[in-house]
């Protein structure tokens, strides 16, 4: 078997793994992950009016993240087949997806609060002239506080394969899933940058919304002080049209 694979990080926090083999006789392609692939970030209204679209690329700071809605792990699967597989082989159909809840259980991590969502997706399609089989299954999850959020991938593998090598080939991709383990050492440490960055961040987040609150206020103060004014100029009018009003009305003050 060909394989390669490795770590690509984005950020201190945003790391992704990946795996390419290629059976000796090319009859199976297996992946595993995706190197090119960012982290996500919801839409929200703020966003947009600072011109942060859907596909938008931006540095949150700890990583770059595209703008997108969420997508379950049966949409994503079917979405990333496609996209896969046309690049791999021709006449790309999808057979059928299928959401699979149990996947999502099997990657959740210990003590994770996040919303998962798995699912699988089926292709055929026709690879070196021959007919192939694809096949995807993606897990995906969300952190969301209000409209603000962001998203990303558990798991993400699959294959491409001649027909008689799909159950061969399924085995496989489940066994490098359950298989895979990080170095403790390297846990550890990455661990540590995890809780280093958090804090800044946190400290960042505190820091933008004092600043915010102080802006809050000043404009407040500002607007107050606009309002007295409108007042006193409001009073003075209406000092100023009172003996007209008396004499239209007929009112004589002795």
Known sequence: WKTEGGLVRRGPISIDPFVRSLAPDGSIYLLLG????????????LGAQLGQREGHLYNAGHATEMIMHYIPGEDYARLFGVATFSKLCSDVKLVKSVSRPDLAQLVRPAGSMARMDGGEAFFSCTHDK???????????????????????????????????????????????????????????????????????IMQEHEAFMANAQRQYQAASQQLSQESQRYEAMSHQMDQNFQPMDDLINGVNHY
């Open 130 to 200: 021959s007919p192939a089989r694809g096949y995807m299954r993606a897990v995906t999850y969300i952190l969301q506080n209000g409209e603000i959020g962001t998203w990303g991938l558990v798991l993400l593998g699959g294959f491409i394969a001649t027909p008689g090598q799909f159950d061969q080939s399924t085995a496989i991709l489940d066994h490098m899933i359950v298989s895979y383990k990080e170095n403790p050492e390297w846990t550890a440490r990455q661990n540590q940058i995890t809780q280093a960055t958090n804090a800044s």
């Open 34 to 45: 995706d190197p090119d692939i960012p982290g996500y970030a919801l839409p929200t209204r």
